[in-house]
């Protein structure tokens, strides 16, 4: 990752203000491994930082907001606790016929859970 870009990303987690100097390091230090359309998923950083999941989706969100990280999709049966796999780009990108490769149960566009997909170069 661009030096400037992990400076931006330090810059805007000072700035709102939910992690400590030492939380901010781990977070820094975790997040600075990632590469352009790498999928981030919250739960590294829950377990790395030991905080909440809300704190976790508050602070990609704000990243997702000033263009480093893209909200993402993946789609996740609720019958069986099973991922599928894919990462759609949008909600209106999930077909909508989709059915569970696992438990065969039929699946909703609604039944996904966000992540996020980096934007920014290496
Ligand atoms: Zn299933």
Excluded: Q
Aim: proline content about 2%; overall charge negative.
């Amino acid at each position: 990752m661009l030096l400037n870009t992990l400076s931006t990303v330090e810059k805007k987690l000072n700035e709102i203000d939910f992690l400590d100097i030492n939380k901010i390091d781990v977070f820094l230090d975790t997040f600075k491994h990632y590469k352009k359309d790498n999928i981030v998923y919250p739960g590294v950083f829950i377990r790395n930082l030991g905080i909440s999941s809300t704190a976790v989706y508050r602070i990609l969100y704000e990243l997702s907001n000033i263009g480093i990280l893209e909200i993402n999709y993946e789609i996740f049966c609720e019958e069986c606790n099973h991922f599928r796999g894919i990462i759609y780009r949008s909600i209106a990108s999930i077909p909508d016929d989709l059915i569970c490769d696992n438990c065969n149960k039929e699946i909703t566009i609604l039944d996904y859970v966000v992540v996020f997909r980096m934007l920014v170069d290496v």
